[in-house]
């Protein structure tokens, strides 16, 4: 049975230079454990912190508005002792109106920085509504999380990731007193139309970029690799 425990992966009673065969059985032996219960974090480790809702996303774990609120305001530091909420939007949304303390991370270059800022416990990702961008976001972070630690599995920097449901669409609505400035520019602005064209550009060309830079240098998913639980 592999299972993980204090930043250190255990394989049965053995800890170095396991078998590509062994090494098998173990990823598939963690992958059980975590499929086997959904309320543990992605390395296994421990249970989620926060109350998760039914999200748009069946392969994420959503927390509501309201959640999220009673995390600014301290209600659950007994259990997080760090966060940050990630804001995916385009920088004239944010501007207009983001979560306080959020960071406005849209593009992947952005996201993958993080995985060298790992001092937090707890992610929360959103965009105007949570229904794209953030998820996009997120699941890029994981996929290149288990990349990174492949050799490591089912260990993750972010094991703990959230999806604020219905983004800052809905949080606005409910805490707009949480949010700086208090006031709500949607991506859609017709005042705005210019960005929105430039900040697409410029996320897909980089997103290409940084796909044909993987492509020609080689990198691919392992066989092993891709049966992984996210």
Known sequence: MAFYLNEQIFFDDN??????????????????????????IADGSSCYSLPTVPGKHKDLKSISPETLTDVLCGRYSYVISSFRVIDCRYPYEYDGGHIKSAENRYLHSMIEDLLHQTSVRVLIFHCEFSQER??????????????????????????EIYLLDSGYNSFFGTSSDLCDPIDYRPMLHSDFSPDLHHYRRVADVRHFRSKSKSWSSGDRTSRLSRKVIF
């Open 134 to 159: 953030g998820p996009a976001m997120l699941r890029h972070l994981r996929s290149k999380d288990r990349q990174m630690n492949t050799e490591n599995y089912p260990a993750l920097n972010y094991p």
């Open 15 to 40: 800890c170095v230079n396991i078998p590509p065969t062994k090494r098998q059985k173990t990823v598939c032996d963690a992958n059980s454990v975590l499929a086997g219960d959904t309320n543990l």
